[in-house]
């Protein structure tokens, strides 16, 4: 199982950036896959959540700004973040845990989680 994330980069406030995540080693069409960020001093925060079969979940505080969708042929997820925040500078990780759902992190935890598998993470720098 092998999570690639790319697509971090320093941007301004209010900018956006597209997250991906390569996913390889294991079946893609039933495994969900979500994202998460880990900015210094805070917890693990889950952002959002594809399933397999496409339905989404996105967290309160990113809802309406961020979005998560999947390429099945390209067995890859993105993340579109958009209205990006200086506190939102962070490492973006994806997690999945073949097959089926993901490992959610427990509270207190930080990125990567110590259950399920994760990206090396991809660094987003929001500036003002």
């Known amino acids: 199982v092998q999570l690639v994330e790319s697509g971090g980069s320093s941007v301004q406030s209010g900018g956006s950036l597209r997250l991906s995540c390569k996913a390889s080693?294991?079946?893609?069409?039933?495994?969900?896959i979500g994202w998460y960020r880990q900015a210094p001093g805070n917890e693990c925060e889950l952002l959002a959540v594809?399933?397999?079969?496409?339905?989404?979940d996105v967290e309160d505080p990113v809802k309406g700004r961020f979005t998560i969708s999947q390429d099945n042929a390209e067995k890859t997820v993105y993340l579109q973040m958009n209205s990006l925040k200086t506190e939102e500078t962070a490492v973006y990780y994806c997690?999945?845990?073949?097959?089926?759902?993901?490992?959610?992190?427990?509270?207190?935890?930080?990125?990567?989680?110590?259950?399920?598998?994760w990206g090396r993470g991809t660094q987003v720098t929001v500036s003002s």
């Open positions: 594809i399933g397999y079969d496409g339905t989404t």
């Open positions: 080693g294991f079946s893609f069409g039933n495994t969900d």
């Open positions: 997690t999945a845990d073949p097959p089926g759902p993901i490992m959610y992190v427990r509270p207190g935890d930080t990125c990567p989680g110590r259950r399920g598998y």
